[in-house]
Antibody
Framework: EVQLLESGGGLVQPGGSLRLSCVASAFTFSTSAMSWVRQAPGKGLEWVSLISGSGDHTYYADSVKGRFTISRDNSENTLYLQMNSLRAEDTAVYYC?????????????WGQGTLVTVSS | EIVMTQSPATLSVSPGERATLSCRASQSVSSSLAWYRQKPGQAPRLLIYGASTRATGIPARFSGSGSGTEFTLTISSLQSEDFAVYYCQQYSNWPLTFGGGTKVEIK
C-alpha cells in the first residue's frame, strides 16, 4: 500500500524557516513526480510546488517562488520542502502528493499532512 | 493562471439522492481535469481524472463528464461517506489550480 508520511511542521515566527519532509513507500519513488499542496485553515486546496521524478525539473506557485525550494532524495525515497522568509499567509496544512499514473499532473495519493503555523 | 470556479458552494441532498456538481475553467483545459473528495480532518482522495476516468477503487456511483471549460461530477446515489467537500483541479497549464470546493451536506 502506498504511504506518504510528512513531518517537520510546527510553529515558526514570521521571517523564519522550516523544512518539511515526506517519506514515501510502496511505489517506485524515483519515477514519480511529487508535489506539495497546502490548505489554510478552513480554506481550499492550493498547489505549491512540483518536482519531476529525476529532480531535474521543478515548478512553483507564484505565491512561494523565490522563498520555497522543493527537492528530493531518491536514494532515501524522501521529498523535501525548504521554506524560507515565512509569512502569516503560509500558515496551512502541507500535504505531499504523488503524481497519478496517466499523463498529466494530478494526485493519486496524499499524505495526512503536517501543520505549519507562522505566528509571533 | 486558469481560474477554476465550482458551483454551487453548498449542495443539500438527502441520502440516496443524486448530486450534480459543476466546475468551470476560465479557459479550455481539454480533458485535463481531476475531482477529489475531502472528508473532515482527512486528506483529499482522487475520484476522477481525465475528466471522466474513475480512479482505482472508486465506486461506479461517481461519474465525471465534460471537456474544454465545463465539467460535471455526478454522484448517482449519495452514501453517508459522500457528505464531504469536493474539489476540481486542472492540470492543463501551469500553475496547477483547484476550484474553491463544493460542500455536499445532508438535507
Amino acid at each position: 500500500e502506498v504511504q506518504l508520511l510528512e513531518s517537520g511542521g510546527g510553529l515558526v515566527q514570521p521571517g523564519g524557516s522550516l523544512r518539511l519532509s515526506c517519506v514515501a513507500s510502496a511505489f517506485t519513488f524515483s519515477t514519480s513526480a511529487m508535489s506539495w499542496v497546502r490548505q489554510a485553515p478552513g480554506k481550499g486546496l492550493e498547489w505549491v510546488s512540483l518536482i519531476s521524478g529525476s529532480g531535474d525539473h521543478t515548478y512553483y506557485a507564484d505565491s512561494v517562488k523565490g522563498r520555497f525550494t522543493i527537492s528530493r532524495d531518491n536514494s532515501e525515497n524522501t521529498l523535501y520542502l525548504q521554506m524560507n522568509s515565512l509569512r502569516a499567509e503560509d500558515t496551512a496544512v502541507y500535504y505531499c502528493a504523488k503524481d497519478g499514473p496517466s499523463r498529466g499532473y494530478y494526485f493519486d495519493y496524499w499524505g495526512q499532512g503536517t501543520l505549519v503555523t507562522v505566528s509571533s | 493562471e486558469i481560474v477554476m470556479t465550482q458551483s454551487p458552494a453548498t449542495l443539500s441532498v438527502s441520502p440516496g439522492e443524486r448530486a450534480t456538481l459543476s466546475c468551470r475553467a476560465s479557459q479550455s483545459v481539454s480533458s485535463s481535469l481531476a475531482w477529489y473528495r475531502q472528508k473532515p480532518g482527512q486528506a483529499p482522495r482522487l475520484l476522477i481524472y481525465g475528466a471522466s476516468t474513475r480512479a482505482t477503487g472508486i465506486p461506479a456511483r461517481f461519474s465525471g463528464s465534460g471537456s474544454g471549460t465545463e465539467f460535471t461530477l455526478t454522484i448517482s446515489s449519495l452514501q453517508s461517506e459522500d457528505f464531504a467537500v469536493y474539489y476540481c483541479q486542472q492540470y492543463s497549464n501551469w500553475p496547477l489550480t483547484f476550484g474553491g470546493g463544493t460542500k455536499v451536506e445532508i438535507k
